[in-house]
Each structure stands twice: as C-alpha cells, then as structure tokens.
C-alpha cells in the first residue's frame, strides 16, 4: 500500500517532542481523552467536511477545555462507504481530510500544546478498494491475496448460498458472492459489516506483517497510541461454524460469537504490545471491545497486551442508581486483578448522544429516534458527566458533549449517510444523528464550522448551544465542563485509583469517599436532603445548604471537598 505521491513522508518526530508532552508516565490512568470526529469538528477550506487543519486549529480550545489527549477517528484514504471505517490506504490521508504533511503537524501542534494524539487503527476488515482484495477479485479462484480474506465457496447447488449463516452487523447476510473474472458467479467473501469492508483473514501471517509495519509508520510519526476499531473481531472461530440462529445483532454484547472475542485475539495484541514498548513516550492502545461480560473486557488489558477498553457496559447503563453502582462495582473488580485503569465514557459517534439518550425512557437501547425530555435530558447528562469524572480511571468526552448537544433525531431521510440506515435487520442505522457538526459560533455558515455549510444540516437551535454561546456563561455545560476538568487535575483524589468508599445514601442517591473528596449523584426526580461533606466543590444544579445539610435537586450531582 502506497501513500499518495501528493504527500511526502515527514520526517519522523524526534523523542524530545513526544517527550514534551510525557510529563508524568502512566498518564492514561486517569487521562481524559476527547473523541474527535474529523469531518464534522471543524472545516479549513470551506467544503462543508472537517479536515485536519480544521482539527489543528482547534487545538487551543481543547487545551483550554483541560483535555489530556486527542482520539481522531479515521482519516486514511478510503471511499468513505462507511465514513472512514472502510480503509483503502492505512499509511495515507484521505485527500478529503489533508495530507500526511498536515498529520504531520497536527501531532507537532497537539505536542506543543500539552495534547497526546491518539488514532484510530481498523485492522478487522478493509475496504474493497484496497490494493489487496482489488487484485483477489482481478486475479480469481486460487488468488494468493484471497487467502488473506475469507473467500469460500457456497454451498446449495452451483454454491448459490452463503457458505454460512452469520448476519452482518449492519443487516442482511455476511456474505457477498463475487463475480469471477470470466463473467461467472464466483466466491463468497465475508463481511461483517458493509460489502465495502470485506474481514481479513488474521490466520494469514501477511496479515499480522502488514498490520505490524503499519503500527510503526505512524509511531514514527509520532501519535500516542491507537483506539483499536472491532478490536474483539479479527479472530473467527475454526471452520467458520454456523451460529444457528437469526436475529444475530440482538446477541452482540451478551455470547460469546464465532466471529467476536474469540480467544485467539489475545496472541495478536501481545506482539503488538511489544512493538509499543519499543517506543518512548508512554504511548497506548485503547480496545474497541464488545464483550459479554467487563470481566471478559479485563482480559484485554492484562499486563502485556492492551492498556485500555471502552467500557460499553457503563455507557448502556440507565440513569439509575442501583444500576450504576452495580456496574461501577462491577468494573472496578474486573480491572482490579489486571492492573487495569477502568474508563468511562457516556457518548461515542455510534451511539445516541447521551442528552438525549436520558431524555428518553429507560430500555430503548443506544440509538433513539425521539427528542424526548430536553431539558430532563440536559439536567440528567450533566449530573452524569460530574459523576463519571469523579470515577477511578480515564474517561472519554465525545466532541460536542460539552455543549450539551442532543442527538439530531429529525434529520430528513435523504441527508443521512450511515450504511446501516440502508438495510434492514442491521443497527437502527440511526448513527447520523450524533455526527452533526458541531457548532462554534452564534451566526454565520454553519455555526462557525466552516465558510461553506455542513454535510450534515444542522439544527435552527445550534447558535445558542455554541462555544461562543457558551463561553464565559456562569452554568452554561461549557463552562461546567472546564470547571470539572481543570478541579480534576487539582484535587488528586480525582481519577486516580481503583476503588470508591460508598456511603450510606437513601434509595435513588449515590454517594461515596475518595480522599478528601465526596460525590453525591442523586438520580431521582426529586430533591433529596444528605450531609454537607464538606466544602461544595463543584454541581450540576444549585444546591442549597443550612446546618450541616445539603438539599441536592433532581437529578444532580455534587462535588464536596474537605480541603
């Protein structure tokens, strides 16, 4: 795989640079770390699509918010069927994004602003305009290249039915007959995505070499780490057994599949683990992991293999006390024997923002259709936000979620991108909704995205929920949000650890110790009474206090400090 002959290599950066930026090492442990979605933070040239320079211009920004690192979804080369995720190129910029020039100093900058550049890598499947899978198709039957894919025969008469019966994610079958170069119907290729993203085959020592080298072009570059994307499905099971029942995406995330967390992963992050350790810097891997269970995701991060995995478990919890506590608890003991940090994260470019996500009903699952409650909503994902940065461990901030944007459930039928809005019996295909850019000003083409509007429309509202809308506003999310990193960084009992001391709290209320440092979350709709622990630190709502008391409104949250 070739770069674009546009975009020269830069030259590697030095380890003085990166070690600017390493000020302290284990950093990860309890970093926060803010997902950017390229093509919808910020627009350089006026095309309506975020770029890098985009990015790179905003750096100020998010060193100011009080963030520690950058997670950049993909910006390689790629047809863009499935934004991003569909590569065509792993050491190349999407001319739609830059070039590698402007990578290049994008990480320079991120660096001299205090910022750790983390990117996201998609080593489960490519896309079908990759150089490989172009020549298995061109070259046919008996192809080397096509064993490094799944190309097997059908079965039925003359193979006209899959070779098994795995349903992709985004619907239908996983499987998509080829048409042989004589004209004749062909092979069959999985996909456990789109048709555009046919899987590796992770069996195939070429597979591992290129993946390998790939890791080492851009840690030359200089980035921090990588979010490993799927990273529970590069193994299938032996023989590619049928599953036996339909309805497959409905079991995601509670069996263990034949495609998914098989164990075999586990030997691939270990060399990858080793190539890391070669580099200075304290650079990390971040796991992309949908497992059964937080003690099957622990198994990721045993201590030489990943240093991290999204806690999926924790983002699909309810704005319920008791649920919380449990897979809090539940977290911290999983993570406890490995000696891994736990992560919290409430919101992601796949899922319903979590604003609107808590302004719905409980048990509507990650991807919603209606508004709900706005302003419950809004209540609820800020006393959630004030929690979740009190927890032990990294938490994860979504691009916008600082703003308080809801989801953007009325987007026309005919503006809407995701692959999986396109065919049935997949995911709700509903991911647009949370990719809206975002705003940065009151006025002007698109909220100050860009000079040439957005690819997705924005709503009417979108001015008052801007950054300059925002900034300087005692209460506004914003400036919450800054106020909640920058204590997190001052009070150490913040972040750091495995464990919280509960204390006793009425029903709907939680609340327990770290240090010198108490939260109360009460998660009920009315106002509850606790003890002031302390000095108010930080709230989501305004608290009252008078003798010793607290009267903490619905769905709030509170810092208490006894510094």
Request: aromatic share 10%.
């Amino acid at each position: 795989m070739s770069q674009h002959s546009a975009d020269p290599a830069p030259s590697p950066v030095t380890e003085s640079a990166v070690a600017t930026v390493a000020q302290r090492r284990d950093w990860w442990r309890d970093a926060v770390i803010y997902q950017v979605y390229p093509r919808s933070f910020a627009d350089s040239n006026g095309d309506g699509m975020g770029d890098l320079e985009g990015v790179r211009s905003r750096l100020p920004y998010l060193r100011d918010l009080g963030v520690d690192a950058v997670w950049l979804s993909p910006f390689y080369a790629s047809p863009q069927a499935d934004a991003g995720y569909d590569v065509a190129d792993y050491r190349a910029v999407d001319p739609m994004f830059g070039n590698l020039l402007d990578a290049d100093a994008l990480i320079r900058d991120a660096h001299g602003h205090g910022l750790r550049v983390i990117v996201d890598l998609v080593p489960n499947h490519s896309s079908d305009q990759h150089e490989w899978f172009k020549r298995a198709l061109a070259e046919g039957p008996g192809s080397p290249l096509r064993d490094r894919y799944h190309f097997r025969p059908g079965k039925g008469k003359d193979g006209a039915l899959p070779p098994n019966d795995w349903e992709s994610i985004f619907g239908g079958p996983a499987w998509t007959r080829v048409t042989e170069p004589d004209g004749t119907p062909g092979e069959w290729y999985l996909h456990l995505f789109a048709p555009e993203q046919p899987d590796f085959n992770w069996d195939h020592p070429a597979v591992g070499d290129e993946f390998r080298s790939i890791l080492r072009f851009w840690l030359d570059m200089g980035v921090d780490g990588f979010r490993i994307d799927v990273a529970h499905g590069l193994v299938k099971a032996a023989g590619l057994p049928d599953l036996g029942v339909h309805d497959q995406v409905k079991l995601l995330g509670n069996d263990v599949m034949p495609f998914f967390d098989q164990d075999g992963v586990h030997e691939i992050y270990r060399r990858w683990r080793l190539i890391l350790d070669e580099y200075s810097g304290d650079r990390i891997f971040v796991a992309e992991a949908w497992t059964p269970t937080v003690e099957r995701t622990a198994n990721y991060v045993r201590p030489d293999e990943l240093h991290q995995a999204f806690n999926f478990q924790y983002l699909s919890t309810a704005w319920d006390a008791d649920e919380l506590r449990q897979v809090i608890d539940r977290t911290l003991e999983a993570m406890r024997p490995v000696g891994a940090p736990a992560t919290w994260v409430l919101s992601n470019h796949d899922v319903t923002r979590h604003a609107t996500r808590f302004a719905n009903p409980p048990g509507l699952g990650t991807q919603i259709r209606t508004a709900g409650d706005r302003a419950l909503g809004l209540r609820r994902a800020r006393a959630a936000t004030l929690l979740m940065l009190a927890l032990p461990g990294s938490a994860y901030v979504y691009q916008g979620e600082e703003l308080g944007l809801p989801d953007v459930v009325d987007l026309p039928d005919e503006v809407r991108q995701d692959p999986a809005y396109f065919r049935g019996a997949g995911q709700d295909g509903f991911r647009d909704g949370c990719r809206v850019p975002i705003p940065w000003t009151r006025v002007g083409s698109s909220y100050g995205f860009g000079s040439g509007g957005s690819w997705l429309p924005q709503p009417s509202s979108w001015g008052e929920l801007s950054v300059e809308a925002q900034t300087g506003v005692p209460g506004s999310t914003l400036e919450l949000y800054r106020a909640a990193l920058a204590a997190r960084r001052d009070h150490p009992s913040l972040g750091a650890g495995d464990a919280v001391e509960w204390l006793r709290a009425a029903d709907g209320v939680l609340a327990f110790r770290r240090g010198e440092f108490v939260c109360v979350a009460n998660t009920t709709g009315e106002a509850v009474t606790t003890p002031a622990y302390g000095r108010v630190l930080l709230t989501s709502g305004e608290v009252t206090e008078a003798d010793g008391e607290a009267k903490v409104p619905a769905d709030t949250t509170v810092w208490f400090t006894t510094a």
